[in-house]
Protein backbone atom coordinates (compact mmCIF):
# COMPACT_ATOMS: atom_id res chain seq x y z
CA UNK A 1 0.00 0.00 0.00
CA UNK A 2 1.13 3.64 -0.70
CA UNK A 3 1.75 6.00 1.93
CA UNK A 4 1.40 8.76 -0.39
CA UNK A 5 -1.54 11.18 -0.10
CA UNK A 6 -3.56 10.78 -3.04
CA UNK A 7 -3.21 14.40 -5.15
CA UNK A 8 -6.31 16.10 -5.42
CA UNK A 9 -7.65 17.00 -8.53
CA UNK A 10 -8.67 20.45 -8.99
CA UNK A 11 -10.26 21.64 -12.44
CA UNK A 12 -8.21 22.99 -15.29
CA UNK A 13 -8.75 26.86 -15.10
CA UNK A 14 -10.08 26.82 -11.79
CA UNK A 15 -8.51 29.42 -9.35
CA UNK A 16 -10.27 30.02 -5.52
CA UNK A 17 -9.02 33.61 -6.00
CA UNK A 18 -11.04 34.58 -8.90
CA UNK A 19 -14.64 33.19 -7.49
CA UNK A 20 -17.35 35.08 -6.01
CA UNK A 21 -15.70 38.56 -7.45
CA UNK A 22 -16.46 41.54 -5.76
CA UNK A 23 -17.79 43.05 -8.54
CA UNK A 24 -20.34 40.12 -8.95
CA UNK A 25 -21.47 40.67 -5.07
CA UNK A 26 -21.55 44.41 -5.06
CA UNK A 27 -24.09 44.19 -7.96
CA UNK A 28 -25.94 41.38 -6.04
CA UNK A 29 -26.23 43.59 -3.04
CA UNK A 30 -26.82 46.49 -5.11
CA UNK A 31 -30.08 45.08 -6.86
CA UNK A 32 -31.42 44.17 -3.18
CA UNK A 33 -34.71 46.28 -2.14
CA UNK A 34 -33.49 46.23 1.10
CA UNK A 35 -30.25 48.52 -0.56
CA UNK A 36 -32.52 50.86 -2.52
CA UNK A 37 -34.82 51.60 0.26
CA UNK A 38 -32.41 52.65 2.67
CA UNK A 39 -30.53 54.55 0.76
CA UNK A 40 -33.81 56.53 -0.66
CA UNK A 41 -34.80 56.80 3.66
CA UNK A 42 -30.61 57.91 3.99
CA UNK A 43 -31.24 60.79 0.99
CA UNK A 44 -34.69 61.70 2.16
CA UNK A 45 -33.55 62.68 5.75
CA UNK A 46 -32.26 66.55 4.98
CA UNK A 47 -35.40 66.94 3.15
CA UNK A 48 -37.73 65.75 6.30
CA UNK A 49 -34.83 68.15 8.45
CA UNK A 50 -35.44 71.03 5.86
CA UNK A 51 -39.02 70.64 6.06
CA UNK A 52 -38.99 70.72 9.89
CA UNK A 53 -37.03 74.16 9.93
CA UNK A 54 -39.34 75.80 7.40
CA UNK A 55 -42.49 74.73 9.53
CA UNK A 56 -40.87 75.34 13.17
CA UNK A 57 -38.66 78.04 12.36
CA UNK A 58 -34.87 78.30 13.31
CA UNK A 59 -33.90 76.75 16.29
CA UNK A 60 -32.02 79.47 18.76
CA UNK A 61 -30.26 78.64 21.37
CA UNK A 62 -32.01 77.47 24.85
CA UNK A 63 -30.97 78.83 28.28
CA UNK A 64 -28.18 80.92 26.77
CA UNK A 65 -26.52 78.10 25.59
CA UNK A 66 -25.57 77.56 21.99
CA UNK A 67 -25.02 73.66 20.43
CA UNK A 68 -24.58 72.57 16.98
CA UNK A 69 -28.07 71.78 16.50
CA UNK A 70 -29.05 76.03 17.19
CA UNK A 71 -26.63 76.83 13.93
CA UNK A 72 -28.25 74.33 11.83
CA UNK A 73 -29.54 76.76 9.64
CA UNK A 74 -25.97 79.05 9.07
CA UNK A 75 -24.77 77.49 6.05
CA UNK A 76 -24.70 74.36 3.96
CA UNK A 77 -21.80 73.07 6.03
CA UNK A 78 -23.62 73.43 9.20
CA UNK A 79 -26.71 71.80 7.92
CA UNK A 80 -24.43 68.95 7.13
CA UNK A 81 -22.79 68.45 10.37
CA UNK A 82 -26.28 68.68 12.34
CA UNK A 83 -27.45 65.81 9.58
CA UNK A 84 -24.67 63.88 11.19
CA UNK A 85 -25.23 64.59 14.74
CA UNK A 86 -28.79 63.22 14.50
CA UNK A 87 -27.95 60.43 12.87
CA UNK A 88 -25.00 59.13 14.16
CA UNK A 89 -26.54 57.39 17.71
CA UNK A 90 -28.65 55.30 15.74
CA UNK A 91 -29.75 55.45 12.06
CA UNK A 92 -26.23 55.27 10.43
CA UNK A 93 -26.13 52.13 12.72
CA UNK A 94 -29.39 50.38 11.18
CA UNK A 95 -27.61 50.23 7.50
CA UNK A 96 -24.07 49.02 8.92
CA UNK A 97 -26.09 45.94 11.22
CA UNK A 98 -28.06 45.67 7.48
CA UNK A 99 -25.42 45.35 5.02
CA UNK A 100 -22.85 43.10 7.15
CA UNK A 101 -25.91 41.24 9.05
CA UNK A 102 -27.90 39.97 6.47
CA UNK A 103 -25.26 39.20 4.26
CA UNK A 104 -24.77 35.40 5.08
CA UNK A 105 -28.07 34.88 6.62
CA UNK A 106 -29.73 35.81 3.94
CA UNK A 107 -28.07 33.39 1.72
CA UNK A 108 -28.77 30.46 4.20
CA UNK A 109 -32.41 31.36 4.97
CA UNK A 110 -32.65 31.60 0.85
CA UNK A 111 -30.99 28.09 0.85
CA UNK A 112 -28.74 28.97 -1.22
CA UNK A 113 -25.53 28.48 1.02
CA UNK A 114 -24.58 25.20 0.41
CA UNK A 115 -24.71 26.11 -3.32
CA UNK A 116 -22.41 28.77 -3.28
CA UNK A 117 -19.63 26.65 -1.05
CA UNK A 118 -20.39 23.55 -3.66
CA UNK A 119 -19.55 26.21 -6.76
CA UNK A 120 -17.14 26.09 -5.49
CA UNK A 121 -16.63 28.58 -3.49
CA UNK A 122 -13.93 28.77 -0.15
CA UNK A 123 -15.63 30.10 2.60
CA UNK A 124 -13.04 32.13 3.45
CA UNK A 125 -13.20 33.76 0.31
CA UNK A 126 -16.97 34.10 0.04
CA UNK A 127 -16.64 35.62 3.96
CA UNK A 128 -13.95 37.99 2.14
CA UNK A 129 -16.28 39.01 -0.57
CA UNK A 130 -19.18 39.77 1.26
CA UNK A 131 -17.61 41.52 4.17
CA UNK A 132 -15.96 43.71 2.06
CA UNK A 133 -19.29 44.53 0.16
CA UNK A 134 -21.12 45.64 3.37
CA UNK A 135 -18.31 47.85 4.66
CA UNK A 136 -18.10 49.49 1.36
CA UNK A 137 -22.15 49.90 1.06
CA UNK A 138 -22.04 50.77 5.07
CA UNK A 139 -19.98 53.58 3.88
CA UNK A 140 -21.25 54.75 1.16
CA UNK A 141 -24.62 55.25 3.22
CA UNK A 142 -22.30 57.17 5.24
CA UNK A 143 -21.03 59.24 2.34
CA UNK A 144 -24.35 59.79 1.29
CA UNK A 145 -26.27 60.95 4.05
CA UNK A 146 -23.81 64.64 4.02
CA UNK A 147 -23.07 64.77 0.55
CA UNK A 148 -27.09 65.15 0.34
CA UNK A 149 -27.37 67.31 3.00
CA UNK A 150 -24.51 69.89 1.98
CA UNK A 151 -26.11 69.89 -0.82
CA UNK A 152 -29.81 70.52 0.16
CA UNK A 153 -28.10 73.16 3.07
CA UNK A 154 -26.56 75.22 0.54
CA UNK A 155 -29.43 75.41 -1.73
CA UNK A 156 -31.78 76.26 1.60
CA UNK A 157 -29.10 78.20 3.44
CA UNK A 158 -26.13 79.40 1.21
CA UNK A 159 -22.28 78.37 0.69
CA UNK A 160 -20.87 79.83 3.57
CA UNK A 161 -18.35 79.28 6.54
CA UNK A 162 -19.25 76.46 9.51
CA UNK A 163 -20.15 78.75 12.33
CA UNK A 164 -18.55 77.10 15.76
CA UNK A 165 -21.32 77.02 18.32
CA UNK A 166 -18.05 77.83 20.94
CA UNK A 167 -17.86 80.73 18.67
CA UNK A 168 -15.86 81.22 15.48
CA UNK A 169 -16.06 79.93 12.31
CA UNK A 170 -14.26 77.62 9.95
CA UNK A 171 -13.68 78.54 5.74
CA UNK A 172 -15.65 76.78 4.04
CA UNK A 173 -12.47 74.71 2.46
CA UNK A 174 -11.27 74.10 5.89
CA UNK A 175 -14.88 72.70 7.14
CA UNK A 176 -14.96 69.99 4.23
CA UNK A 177 -11.88 68.80 5.22
CA UNK A 178 -13.00 68.27 8.85
CA UNK A 179 -16.43 67.29 7.98
CA UNK A 180 -14.77 64.32 5.70
CA UNK A 181 -12.64 63.56 8.80
CA UNK A 182 -16.01 63.52 10.54
CA UNK A 183 -17.23 61.08 8.23
CA UNK A 184 -14.45 58.81 8.50
CA UNK A 185 -14.41 58.71 12.37
CA UNK A 186 -18.08 57.42 12.25
CA UNK A 187 -17.94 55.03 9.85
CA UNK A 188 -14.49 53.90 11.96
CA UNK A 189 -16.94 53.49 15.17
CA UNK A 190 -19.76 52.42 13.23
CA UNK A 191 -17.28 49.01 12.90
CA UNK A 192 -18.77 47.20 16.63
CA UNK A 193 -21.72 46.84 15.24
CA UNK A 194 -20.33 46.06 11.37
CA UNK A 195 -18.66 43.14 13.69
CA UNK A 196 -21.32 42.38 15.80
CA UNK A 197 -23.80 41.75 12.68
CA UNK A 198 -21.62 40.54 10.50
CA UNK A 199 -20.79 37.19 13.45
CA UNK A 200 -24.26 37.45 14.02
CA UNK A 201 -24.70 36.49 10.54
CA UNK A 202 -22.55 33.27 10.29
CA UNK A 203 -23.91 31.94 13.61
CA UNK A 204 -27.76 32.53 12.63
CA UNK A 205 -29.92 31.38 9.28
CA UNK A 206 -32.39 34.25 10.07
CA UNK A 207 -31.25 37.66 8.61
CA UNK A 208 -33.60 39.48 10.95
CA UNK A 209 -31.97 38.01 14.18
CA UNK A 210 -28.34 38.83 13.15
CA UNK A 211 -29.32 42.91 11.96
CA UNK A 212 -31.86 43.01 14.90
CA UNK A 213 -28.64 41.34 17.95
CA UNK A 214 -26.52 43.91 16.76
CA UNK A 215 -28.74 47.02 16.55
CA UNK A 216 -30.24 45.56 19.82
CA UNK A 217 -26.33 45.13 21.52
CA UNK A 218 -25.47 48.73 20.33
CA UNK A 219 -28.34 50.49 21.97
CA UNK A 220 -27.52 48.25 24.95
CA UNK A 221 -24.10 50.02 24.96
CA UNK A 222 -25.37 53.19 24.47
CA UNK A 223 -27.46 52.72 27.50
CA UNK A 224 -24.28 51.32 29.77
CA UNK A 225 -22.45 54.24 28.58
CA UNK A 226 -25.29 56.37 30.21
CA UNK A 227 -24.70 54.70 33.26
CA UNK A 228 -22.37 57.14 35.05
CA UNK A 229 -21.98 54.71 38.16
CA UNK A 230 -20.09 52.80 35.83
CA UNK A 231 -16.92 55.56 36.10
CA UNK A 232 -14.17 54.98 34.19
CA UNK A 233 -15.27 51.51 32.86
CA UNK A 234 -17.35 53.40 30.33
CA UNK A 235 -13.93 54.20 28.84
CA UNK A 236 -13.94 50.86 27.51
CA UNK A 237 -17.65 51.05 25.59
CA UNK A 238 -17.33 52.11 21.83
CA UNK A 239 -20.55 54.11 22.42
CA UNK A 240 -18.50 56.51 25.07
CA UNK A 241 -16.45 57.56 22.21
CA UNK A 242 -19.19 57.50 19.41
CA UNK A 243 -19.40 61.48 19.43
CA UNK A 244 -15.87 62.36 19.64
CA UNK A 245 -15.95 63.88 16.18
CA UNK A 246 -17.41 66.97 17.78
CA UNK A 247 -14.14 67.85 18.75
CA UNK A 248 -13.00 68.49 15.23
CA UNK A 249 -15.63 70.80 14.56
CA UNK A 250 -13.69 73.23 17.06
CA UNK A 251 -11.60 76.16 16.03
CA UNK A 252 -8.94 74.46 17.90
CA UNK A 253 -9.54 70.57 16.90
CA UNK A 254 -8.80 68.24 19.63
CA UNK A 255 -7.91 64.42 18.44
CA UNK A 256 -7.42 62.50 21.48
CA UNK A 257 -10.97 61.38 21.94
CA UNK A 258 -10.73 60.63 18.42
CA UNK A 259 -7.80 58.49 18.70
CA UNK A 260 -8.80 56.54 21.63
CA UNK A 261 -11.96 55.64 19.81
CA UNK A 262 -10.29 54.24 16.94
CA UNK A 263 -8.34 52.36 18.41
CA UNK A 264 -10.77 50.78 20.60
CA UNK A 265 -13.59 50.45 17.67
CA UNK A 266 -10.88 48.59 15.38
CA UNK A 267 -9.80 46.36 18.38
CA UNK A 268 -13.47 45.38 19.03
CA UNK A 269 -13.82 44.97 15.70
CA UNK A 270 -11.07 42.97 14.32
CA UNK A 271 -11.71 40.38 17.10
CA UNK A 272 -15.03 40.03 15.87
CA UNK A 273 -14.09 39.44 12.39
CA UNK A 274 -12.26 37.00 13.29
CA UNK A 275 -14.41 34.81 15.38
CA UNK A 276 -16.87 35.15 12.35
CA UNK A 277 -14.06 33.37 9.82
CA UNK A 278 -12.85 30.61 12.52
CA UNK A 279 -16.55 30.29 13.53
CA UNK A 280 -17.33 29.82 9.78
CA UNK A 281 -14.65 27.50 8.77
CA UNK A 282 -16.18 24.73 11.68
CA UNK A 283 -19.71 24.99 10.49
CA UNK A 284 -21.67 22.46 9.36
CA UNK A 285 -23.60 23.95 6.46
CA UNK A 286 -27.16 22.46 5.61
CA UNK A 287 -29.06 25.34 4.12
Not at 131 to 156: E, F, Q
Request: charged share 10%; with cysteine; net charge positive.
Amino acid sequence: MSTLAEPVEVASGYRAGRTLPLRVELVRQLKRRRTLIMGGILAALPFVLLVAFAIGGEPGARNNQVTLLDTATASGANFAAVNLFVSAGFLLVIPVALFCGDTVASEASWSSLRYLLAAPVPRARLLWSKLVVGLGLSLAAMVLLPLVALAVGTAAYGWGPLEIPTGGALDPGTAAQRLVAVVAYVFVAQLVTAGLAFWLSTKTDAPLGAVGGAVGLTIVGNVLDAVTALGHWRDFLPAHWQFAWADAVQAHPEWSGMIQGTALSITYALVLFALAFRGFARKDIVS
